[in-house]
Structure formats: structure tokens, C-alpha cells
């Protein structure tokens, strides 16, 4: 009896266990359904969408870098043998086929040279005709060239106004001009001293 009544409970336990388990699956379940569903709310685009996406624009990129770097390789091919021509076959040339080849590389040489100098002289033109216009439109405007000031020290400007001002407040030019007198206060006082005495006294 004692066995079967454990057995009764181990069974029973295990199957509360199983119970609980099945229960936090579904609630595990559940909950991942909900994120999934809040994650396809906030938008089309996931991290990892936008993970490839950045790859894609990249590798677009690249492609494009490279097509065009390619595109610019084969024009300047095509500049170099319109203007220099192919290159000549000289390892089993004789002097005269290299002489004619010299003579034909001189010409073309000269030829570009003339170009270009025609070339740089028709832009020097063009530009002195644009500063020309330049200056016509700034005249008509009324827009002159402004030279360049000088620039000056305000600490000078400020002892120049002070020094002025203390030309107008010199109290010596606006005193009255006085005549001296002939005699100082010195002499006088003597000459008072000498009357008051009496004449035994003077007298010697």
C-alpha cells in the first residue's frame, strides 16, 4: 500500500510538472508572437533588412566606381592614339625607316606645339575680354574698386583728441597779461622800516 500511494504521488507530481511546463510554454509562446507582431508593426524595415541593404548599396557602388574608372581608362587609350598615333614597328627597321619615323614624330611635334600656343593665346584674349567686360559692368553699376585702407591705431586717435582738448583748458594762455611793478614787496617793506625809525637813530 505504501508503495502504490507513492507511486500515486510521484505520478501526480509529475504531472502538476508537466501541467506548470506546458503553461510556461504557451505563455512563452504567446509572448513571442506579441514581439514578433510589435516588431512587424514599427516598420518594413528590420536590422537585418537594413544590414543587406547596406551590403547591396555597396557592392552598387563599387560596381559603378569601377565601370566608370574603366570608362576613363579607355578615353584616355583613345586620346593618346588620336593624338600621338600607334606606336611604330622600329626592331627590324633600317636607318632610313627610322629617319622617316623621326622626321614624322618632328612634325608632329611642331604641329601640336602651334596648337597650343595658338590655344593659350586665345584664352589670354578671352580672359582680358572678361576683365574688360567686368570693369564696364562695375562702372555701369557704380561698383568701383575700393583701395585698400590704411589701418590706424585707435589708441592714436584718442591722444590726438586729448591733446587737443588740453590745448583748448591751458589756463596760462587765458590769463590776463600784468604789468610788474618797479619796485618789489621787498624794496617797500625797507622803506617803511627806514621812516618808522627816528632820526637819532639814523643818524650816526
Known amino acids: 500500500m505504501a508503495d502504490d500511494e507513492r507511486k500515486k504521488l510521484e505520478e501526480e507530481k509529475k504531472r502538476k510538472q508537466a501541467e506548470i511546463e506546458r503553461k510556461r ?19 518594413f524595415m528590420t536590422p537585418e533588412r537594413k544590414k543587406k541593404l547596406r551590403l547591396l548599396l555597396r ?30 614597328l622600329v626592331d627590324d627597321a633600317n636607318e632610313g625607316s ?17 596648337k597650343k600656343f595658338d590655344l593659350e593665346k586665345e584664352v589670354e584674349f578671352r580672359d582680358f575680354q572678361i576683365s574688360e567686360l567686368n570693369s564696364q559692368v562695375n562702372d555701369l553699376r ?27 583748458f591751458n589756463f596760462r594762455n587765458q590769463l590776463k597779461v600784468v604789468k610788474k611793478k618797479e619796485f618789489t614787496l621787498e624794496e617797500e617793506d625797507k622803506e617803511t622800516k627806514k621812516a618808522d625809525k627816528a632820526e637819532w637813530q639814523t643818524k650816526k
Open 25 to 43: 510554454a504557451e505563455v512563452r509562446a504567446r509572448m513571442e508572437e506579441a514581439s514578433k507582431a510589435k516588431k512587424a508593426k514599427k516598420g
Open 59 to 88: 557592392k552598387k557602388a563599387a560596381e559603378e566606381l569601377k565601370k566608370e574608372q574603366e570608362r576613363k581608362a579607355a578615353e584616355r587609350r583613345r586620346i593618346i592614339e588620336e593624338r600621338c598615333g600607334k606606336p611604330k
Open 98 to 114: 627610322l629617319k622617316q619615323v623621326c622626321e614624322g614624330y618632328h612634325r608632329r611635334i611642331v604641329d601640336l606645339e602651334n
Open 142 to 168: 557704380g561698383k568701383f574698386v575700393k583701395p585698400t585702407l590704411k589701418k590706424v591705431s585707435k589708441y592714436e586717435n584718442k591722444f590726438a583728441k586729448l591733446q587737443k582738448k588740453a590745448a583748448e
